[in-house]
């Protein structure tokens, strides 16, 4: 029997990153990662400090942390709020035999220095939900989906306090949105001492509007000095473009 069949339950499967050497235990009935927790790692930069200390907010299955691994050094939390995610994540820690760098704390991120103390990390990730979670808002009716993609649970004004109030002085925020929110970002940021220093827009083909956002914050950062990355563009015709297969594949 292998590793996988033994960590596996029913409706589950692994998926994996070539890019990153990681494999994912993903169920559809659930939650299944997408290619912004792929962006989201990818935009992170490169740091193999020994002591280094990362958390990931709204953690999911676990994607974005690990796709890290090789990326970052020191340890990982995870923090998820859904249980059944929280499991997967633990399970998909152990698929790739990291148990000793990663720990997944499952609760609500507004409860995060229960686990981890205020101004302790180094960088700090997170791919939030994207929708304001209005009276009229269109929601999947499945709920583990819909807590992914509205903010039924957290929202944007805790996950950047949040994100701050983790950091220490010169940490890192990490965070994938949309476009369309980005002026409230902004200001949410600045309003909790995050600076904006790096930003990318992605676009799902040439021509088209962009879709998504990568932002780099540093807290407590000199005013001034963002840097606009240059657009990637994720399909070329019926393919990926080759930033995208990049980022995939290696």
Excluded: W
């Amino acid at each position: 029997m292998t590793k996988e069949s033994t960590l596996l339950q029913a409706g589950e499967r692994v998926d994996e990153l070539p890019a990153a050497d990681i494999k994912i235990i993903q169920s559809d009935q659930v939650f299944a990662f997408s290619l912004d927790a792929v962006i989201l790692a990818y935009f992170v930069r490169p740091n193999h400090r020994h002591r280094l200390k990362v958390v990931d907010l709204c953690a999911g299955n676990g994607a974005v942390g690990l796709f890290l691994h090789e990326k970052l050094g020191g340890h990982f939390t995870e923090i998820e709020i859904q249980p059944r995610l929280a499991e997967m994540a633990q399970r998909s820690i152990e698929l790739n035999d990291l148990a000793d760098r990663y720990r997944v704390v499952t609760d609500d991120l507004a409860n995060v220095y229960r686990s981890v103390p205020k101004d302790s990390a180094d960088i700090v990730v997170c791919n939030p939900p994207y929708f304001t979670d209005l009276p009229q808002s269109e929601k999947n009716p499945n709920p583990y989906l819909a807590v992914a993609r509205h903010e039924i649970k957290t929202n944007l004004s805790t996950v950047v306090d949040r994100m701050s109030g983790l950091l220490k002085m010169n940490g890192h925020a990490y965070l994938v949105h949309r476009p369309s929110r980005l002026t409230e970002i902004l200001a949410k940021l600045a309003a909790a001492r995050l600076v904006p220093k790096r930003l990318q827009f992605v676009y799902p083909r040439s021509g088209r509007d962009a879709n998504m956002v990568v932002i780099e914050a540093i807290k407590d950062g000199k005013p001034g000095g963002l840097k606009v990355n240059a657009p990637l563009i994720v399909h070329q015709g019926q393919d990926y473009s080759p930033a995208v297969k990049e980022m995939l594949y290696g």
